[in-house]
Each structure stands twice: as structure tokens, then as C-alpha cells.
């Protein structure tokens, strides 16, 4: 294991949580503006839902699938770009920016090429480019969030690779990690790694011994008591969070 990444075991629990879950327990421990860092500024779609979350270290390419002169101009590209891949110790998460954007000339990901990244260690991808072959990627095991499906390919080839990218507005660098689901993804900086998988199961539980408790004990009460319940819930939720977090959390 590279001694810069969490655990295995830790990156596992990260996975039983969904991304908003990660997310609530990040915003009380990190420095960044928690409203608009981090995470995707544009819609994604998750093309394998049922995979669940995926959780891993970030590797970033740079493509221009309307460009033909790429291959022509760097012939070993593919072959240094997966040596590249194979270098970094996963579980890794593919990050491709599409220079095409907005258009949609070809597919990154299809059936070859998930199956070669998952041979390589790689999870799954995100990229605010193209798609095919999404059976084949799904029984592949590969999850991708994308921007749309597409028919070709062409010219889906490494422009370059190991830099900072930016997808769905959010900049992503090579090494960071990333939790990502259906509700999109959240790219976390180094200094709150470490104590994000705490955070994120201790506001999971203060929501459900506040709030969501609440909320399912209010059958049969009268309105103006489920009204009273709730602004008990929602103070004891934030006492609870302040006194973790020295911050009050969403309620």
C-alpha cells in the first residue's frame, strides 16, 4: 500500500456510505468553502448505478476525440499512457477531460478499454466526454459516470496524461481521492483524509438519532407537537454537532 493512501480497510467502510453521506461529514471537518469546492459543478450521470459507490485515487488523461492528428503525432501514446496507469498503486479512479466539450465525437470508455483499466486497477471513471458499449462496461465491473453515451470512437486517444484536469467544472488532480455515486462526486483534499471516514459515520448518526428519529415517530400526533418535535431535533442536532465539530451542521 502506498503510505500516503488510507488503508484498504478504510477505503472499503468509505464505500458503504453513499456520497452525500461522505460529503455531510466532510463539510464539518475540512477548511475549503464547502458550498462550492470540491464536487461536481455540473450534472453527471451515473450510467452503473447498481455498481454503488466507488472510492479511489485519482489518475487523469486529457483527451480530444475530434482531433485526428493526436496518434499521428505521439504513435506510443496508448502504450506510455498504460504504463503510466500501471505506475500508480490503486484503487484508482480515471478522471478524462474532453477538450471536445461540448460536443461528443467519440467514446473514451468502451467495452476494450474498461475491461484493459480494470485489468490495471482501476474502479471506474469519471469524464465529461462520451460512452458505449455500457452492458459490456457494466459486466465488466467498471463503473462510469459520463455526460452522455455515444455511437464511435474516433479519435479517443491520450493527449496527455498525470495533470490536473477539470470535469464538470471541478479541477481534479492526480492523486487525490475521490468518492463518487450517482449524485455525483466529491474530490477530497489530502488534509482531510484522514479523519473524513469518522466524520461522515458520526453525522450519519446524528441525523438518525435527531431528525429522521423525529420524522418517523410523528405518526398520529397532532401537528402543532410534530412541529414542536422537530425543532427539538433539529437544536439537539446541532448541539450535537458543535460539540463534535465546533460547527452546527445542515440542521
Known amino acids: 500500500m502506498n503510505q500516503d493512501h488510507l488503508s484498504h480497510q478504510t477505503l472499503l467502510k468509505l464505500k458503504r456510505w453513499n456520497t452525500p453521506t461522505i460529503y455531510n461529514g466532510w ?9 462550492k469546492e470540491c464536487f461536481n459543478l455540473e450534472e453527471t450521470v451515473d450510467f452503473m448505478p447498481e455498481l454503488g459507490p466507488i472510492v479511489g485515487y485519482a489518475v487523469t488523461v486529457v483527451i480530444r476525440p475530434g482531433d485526428a492528428s493526436i496518434p499521428v503525432e505521439n504513435p506510443d501514446g496508448w502504450s506510455e499512457y498504460r504504463k503510466y496507469v500501471a505506475s500508480v498503486p490503486g484503487p484508482k479512479i480515471v478522471v478524462v477531460q474532453d477538450l471536445d466539450k461540448p460536443h461528443s465525437y467519440g467514446a473514451y470508455w468502451g467495452e476494450v478499454n474498461s475491461n484493459i483499466h480494470r485489468a490495471l486497477g482501476c474502479v471506474g471513471s469519471i469524464t465529461d466526454g462520451a460512452l458505449r458499449d455500457v452492458d459490456e462496461i457494466r459486466t465488466a465491473g467498471f463503473k462510469v459516470i459520463a455526460r452522455r453515451m455515444c455511437v464511435g470512437h474516433a479519435h479517443s486517444f491520450p493527449l496527455k496524461w498525470n495533470c490536473e484536469v477539470e470535469v464538470f467544472g471541478t479541477k481534479v488532480k492526480p492523486g487525490q481521492l475521490i468518492h463518487a455515486d450517482q449524485h455525483g462526486f466529491l474530490v477530497i ?48 442536532f446541532g448541539r450535537a454537532a458543535q460539540k463534535r465539530f465546533q460547527r452546527k451542521g445542515e440542521w
Do not use: V, W, Y
Open 189 to 236: 483534499p489530502k488534509e482531510d483524509e484522514k479523519d473524513l471516514l469518522e466524520a461522515a459515520i458520526f453525522m450519519d448518526e446524528n441525523e438518525c438519532n435527531t431528525m429522521i428519529s423525529s420524522a418517523r415517530a410523528s405518526h398520529g400526533k397532532p401537528l402543532d407537537e410534530i412541529l414542536r418535535e422537530f425543532d427539538e431535533a433539529s437544536a439537539q
Open 27 to 35: 463539510e464539518q471537518i475540512t477548511r475549503r468553502d464547502a458550498s
